[in-house]
């Protein structure tokens, strides 16, 4: 029984094409990686394509004396198992990428390690289930268990992401030396052409590229403009972007945005692990503001939820050609607003508009998903009656809609949400955590507006409950949000820069605990419909 590192690389990345040849210290980026894994003597081998676009590729492997095999460019699992023809199924094989330098020999030792005396079938670094950056990544399993996968699947994800059925056979285990580090939302891999200058970056001044350990190396990602700054990862933490669109929210002081400051505010957003964008067709240019900033790869790292528009042109007796029409016209727009071939998930801005015109915007809406145009169809719900027709639609899955923590309206539909996740995989974001920003007031005046009787007793309330917790009422907001298992994510609206960091902060705070939670809803302040609903506010 031996072990072969196999370092799969190709030259025609659909984001960055070429980046497995640009230099980091001199070195070519693969050639880089397959040094590094082989520095404590381990044999490692560069699987790439017999395709005409991979020559340079061979040329340079060959020229640095780097092992290499070709074989298909579109089945890579076919490539592994070709590459290794020979050797015995109990061959250890540990897969690595050309676009992932950090990766070492002790690296590889420990995976190899900790593979054998766990006795695993299959086991992984990566994420936040193993505290390394994202990049440090490797696969270990052996090479009988890819030869019965090739022979199993017809499958072209299987054949294209080599051990999807080796995981569902044997489970997926993680390597989790590391888990203190607590790192998973760092970044250390080569996806886009600003991945590649943080690299070269980190690199840089580094005397022996080839041999610097991976430890080191982690290290000198800490404080870097390109690296998050809180403790843990912001995954659950949605980007809302109206603000960024128009003036949006009852206590909105800072106006809109410039482009370069939203691009500043999204891009920071995804560095500290936020993977949605929240949008719609009816938030002014938050669609083109979005769409700019996700360019040159920004994109591949976040999904974008956007709603269709509200279809104000529309009358109830309007055709079902011309309903047809405009949302087209919606759909369209936002592909193009946003850069996007197509939409992750597209949410009806009005759930009324799952019947309204005989149930022709539903329909529209599903022939696009067939074609693959839209991959998510959702509904944005403004009350639990709405909320209880689209947890009957088996069409639908994604929801959003508006909770806080004075918000009592959705409690008896609570166990109906978490049987609709379970049962088809229905995602839910949350939005007004804040309710527009009335949470976070103590003026008077601006309650009264929103239709509170008794301002008062509310803002003391949520003073007294806040500071009991030791925390701030932005704070204790998101941590009570945070802490409900059937929400996804939650929809937070940023207007500047520094909000976005002081959110992000406050959002590491550790959620609420059950009994915690059960304390605020026996004794919050009771509010109307009037108050919890924006939309009847007097303003």
Known sequence: MGVTVVLQARTNSSRLPGKVLLPI???PLVVLAARRAANSGRRVLVVTSNQESDDTLCDELARCEVEYFRGSLENTL?????????????????????DNVFPDGAFVDEMVEAFLVEDKGYLCCMGDESGLPYGLTAEVTRLGHLRYAHQQTNSQYDREHVTPLVINRFGRSYFTAYRNFNMGHFRCTVDTFDDYLNMSSVFRGVAEPENVGFLALVERLKGRSSQPTTGRSARKFILGTAQLGLDYGISNTSGIPSQGEAEEIIKTAIIHGVEWIDSARAYGKSEDVVGKALTKGWGSRVCVVT???????????????????????????SCYALKQESLEVLMLHRAAHLTAWGGAVIDCLLGFRNQGLIKRVGVSVQSPEELKVVLDSELVSFVQLPFNLLDHRWLELIPKIKHARDKRNLIVHVRSTYLQGLLLSKSHELWNKANCTEPKKVVDWLDKEANSLGLDIQSLCLAYVAAKSWIDGVVVGIETHSQLMDSLSKFNVAALTVDQMAHIEQHRPILSENTLNPSLWRL
């Open 25 to 27: 210290n001199g070195l």
């Open 78 to 98: 076919e490539r592994f198992v070709k590459a290794l023809s020979g050797m015995d199924d109990d061959q250890i094989v540990v897969r690595l990428t050309g």
């Open 307 to 333: 709603k269709l528009s509200p279809l104000d042109e529309l009358s109830k007796d309007s055709s079902k050609q011309l309903v047809k029409a405009s949302v087209q016209k919606s759909i369209f727009h």
